[in-house]
């Protein structure tokens, strides 16, 4: 996990995973699309917060226990796994959640000019 303060919020991945699987993670449905997409956002909090599992379980998943969070976790992790296509998602939404490591913003602020004159 990156080294520097995160400005990823459980709200921006609540955003996120509902965009992305085009549910509402505050319906309690056991319906696989839900499931799943749950499944992925309390991974994404987990992995790009700081935030405890009961605090994962009420704001996403509409106030789940902590214990069926972890079960969640460790659900995910295992499917992942399994099917390269669902890690391949999960990359993806970190990459548009996460933000660029300093040493890379570093660089692409190399890439460009910064005179102050914009180039058309």
Known sequence: MASYPSTVTLAR???????????????R??????VLA???AWYLARLLTMRSTPEIGRYLG????????????????KKMRRHAD???EVRLLVRELEPPAPERCRQLAG???LSGEWAI
């Open 86 to 88: 669902l890690a391949a």
């Open 38 to 40: 749950r499944q992925v």
């Open 111 to 113: 890439d460009v000019d």
């Open 62 to 77: 509409n106030g789940y226990h902590h214990t069926t969070v972890q079960h969640g976790l460790a659900a995910i992790e």
């Open 13 to 27: 991945i609540k955003d996120a995973v509902e965009f992305h699987y085009q549910v509402r993670l505050s319906v």
């Open 29 to 34: 449905s056991n319906e696989a699309r839900y």
